[in-house]
């Protein structure tokens, strides 16, 4: 463990009277990193990428790695014009296998239908026996500056009106109304015999392009051996009562 003190800024860049502590520490890293590994065909990748959005291989500039996060290493894809796809590939240790990637291309397509700004979903694949060895979803990339950037540099004023825009959008989360609990899925991503509850009582379920709610894509619900468990995982239609116990 290596750790740096220091005791002259706090997160707002003010003077602190106090020591903050800032360590980084390595655990087992050998593991994390063998966790992180992903075999996976990066000229299959760049096809599927060109027939996502009608390009030629051709017009491809590059493939860069742009991170890696908790679940998924992200890649960067570039083209002669500027245009640029991200692509998330899952490690072989996130968890649900299929319906974690599944669920999240339907769910960011179903934001989309109702207004609410995110990357628009090109293409993905919630299986890995597929050309690229492994599963992937393709995202539209959003031009902009990172709030983290910018945050430190900003007045009051102008936090004040970000942090407004932010409640905005979390109104509209906040405004949809489902039948059940679960995770979004397309209808053509579950098998026929999952119970799925279409999100809309007027839509066809029978439609492979239908949203519906199925399992729980949650990770706690999948861990390790849980994810062994014959237990029902959704859509769950019930509704909890919170009863507040008052002690005397």
Known sequence: MSCAQRSDLNIYGCQLPYANVICQT???????RAERHLTFDVDALARAVCHSVSRHLNDMVSI???AEGGFNRVLQITFDDGYAVLARLPYNTTVPKHHAVASEAATLAFLRSHGVPVPKVLGYS????NAVGAEYILLEKIDGTPLSDQWFSMDTKTRVKIMKQIV????QFMSIEFPANGSLYYRR???YSSRAIPVSQNSDLSSPE???IGPTAQYEWWYQERALLEIDRGPCTFHLTLFLVRRF
């Open 26 to 32: 390595r655990f087992n890293e050998k593991l994390r």
């Open 64 to 66: 860069t790695k742009l």
């Open 126 to 129: 919630p299986d890995h026996a």
């Open 168 to 171: 905005e959008v979390e109104k």
């Open 189 to 191: 991503d579950l098998s």
């Open 210 to 212: 239908q949203i519906v």
